[in-house]
C-alpha cells in the first residue's frame, strides 16, 4: 500500500522532465525563426501550429470540452501564458542581451511561489525558498556568461519584466482548472484562446512567410508541435499533481539545458562560468524538488495536498506522446 502514492509523483516528474527538455530545445529553434519573423508572427506561427496539434490529439482521444467550471482558468492562462507571454517575450528579447533576460525573465518562479503561497494556498518550505536562490543565481550566472556585446532597452526590460508576470499570473490561473479538466483539455483550448489574440499578427505571418528561409518556418513549427502542445500538455499534467511553486522552481532547469544544448548543437563551447551557472540551476532545482525526510509522513503525497482550495482530484490521463 506505502507504494501506491509513488507512481502518479514519478509520472509527475517524468512529466516535468519533458517539459524542462523541450523549453530547452526551444532555445534553438527561436534563434532561427526570430531571425525571418517578428514576436507577434512568430508567437501566431508557434500557437497556431501547436493548436492544430493539439486540436487532432484531442480529437483522437475524444478529449471534448472542459467543463464550465474550468474556464475561467483556462482563458485567463490562455491570454496571459499563451497570447501576451509569447508575444512580449519574442519581442523583449529583442531589446535586450541575454545577461539581462534572464534577470528579468527569471524571476517568474518567485513571482510564481509568491502568488501560489498567497492565492492557492502553496507552503513554502526552506528547502524550497533556499533552492530557489540558488538556481536563480545559477540563471543569471548563464546569461551573464552567454551575453555577446549587445546592449539594453528600457523597453527590452519592461517587456521582459512583463513576460515574466504574464508567465506566473498564468501559472497560478492554471493551477485549479487543472482540478476540472485534464490536463490536455486544459493546454489545448489556452493554446487556442492564445493563438485567437494574436490573430492581428495573421496579415505579418502571412507576409514574412513568403521571404522567410524554409528552416526558419520549420523551427518555428517545431516550437508549436513540440515546446508548445507536448510540453505545455506535460507541464499540466506535472502541475495537477503538485504545487505551482514546485513546478515553477523546477523550470530553473531550462537555462543548463540550454548550454549544453548549445554545445552539442551550436558547437557554442561554454565557458568555465557558464559550466558553473549551470550547475548551480541544476543542484538548486535538486534542493528545491527535495524533502526532509519526515515529510509527507502523514499525508502520503506531502506537497501536492498543499493548495487550500477543495477541487476534486485531476483526471487521470496519460501524458501525451506516450
Do not use: H
Amino acid at each position: 500500500m506505502t507504494t501506491l502514492p509513488r507512481r502518479p509523483e514519478r509520472a509527475a516528474a517524468a512529466a516535468a522532465v519533458v517539459t524542462v527538455v523541450l523549453w530547452a530545445s526551444a532555445f534553438v529553434a527561436i534563434r532561427s525563426a526570430g531571425s525571418a519573423y517578428s514576436p507577434g508572427a512568430l508567437a501566431l506561427g508557434r500557437l497556431a501550429s501547436g493548436a492544430l496539434t493539439l486540436g487532432v490529439i484531442s480529437l483522437v482521444r475524444r478529449a471534448g470540452v472542459p467543463p464550465r467550471s474550468a474556464w475561467r482558468g483556462i482563458a485567463v492562462s490562455g491570454v496571459l501564458w499563451f497570447g501576451f507571454y509569447m508575444v512580449v517575450l519574442n519581442w523583449g528579447e529583442q531589446q535586450v542581451d541575454a545577461g539581462t533576460a534572464a534577470l528579468v525573465v527569471n524571476i517568474g518562479p518567485i513571482l510564481i511561489a509568491l502568488l501560489g503561497s498567497r492565492l492557492l494556498g502553496d507552503a513554502m518550505p526552506p528547502r524550497l525558498l533556499a533552492g530557489m536562490a540558488v538556481s536563480f543565481a545559477g540563471a543569471v550566472t548563464v546569461g551573464l556568461s552567454m551575453s555577446g556585446e549587445g546592449g539594453s532597452s528600457v523597453l527590452g526590460v519592461v517587456l521582459c519584466l512583463l513576460a515574466a508576470v504574464a508567465y506566473a499570473g498564468g501559472v497560478v490561473a492554471q493551477k485549479p482548472a487543472l482540478a476540472r479538466a485534464s490536463a490536455l483539455q486544459v493546454t489545448t483550448f489556452g493554446c487556442l484562446v492564445g493563438a485567437v489574440l494574436c490573430l492581428p499578427f495573421a496579415g505579418q505571418l502571412v507576409e514574412q512567410a513568403g521571404d522567410a528561409p524554409v528552416s526558419a518556418t520549420l523551427n518555428m513549427v517545431y516550437l508549436g508541435v513540440f515546446p508548445t502542445a507536448l510540453a505545455f500538455t506535460t507541464w499540466a499534467y506535472a502541475l495537477a499533481r503538485t504545487t505551482a511553486s514546485k513546478m515553477g522552481a523546477t523550470t530553473y532547469a531550462v537555462p543548463a539545458l540550454v548550454v549544453l544544448m548549445s554545445w552539442l548543437v551550436l558547437g557554442e563551447v561554454p565557458g568555465l562560468l557558464t559550466l558553473g551557472g549551470g550547475v548551480l540551476c541544476l543542484a538548486g532545482v535538486a534542493v528545491s524538488r527535495s524533502r526532509a525526510r519526515n515529510a509527507g509522513a502523514g499525508s502520503g503525497t506531502g506537497a501536492a495536498a498543499a493548495p487550500v482550495i477543495a477541487v476534486e482530484p485531476p483526471p487521470e490521463e496519460a501524458p501525451v506522446g506516450k
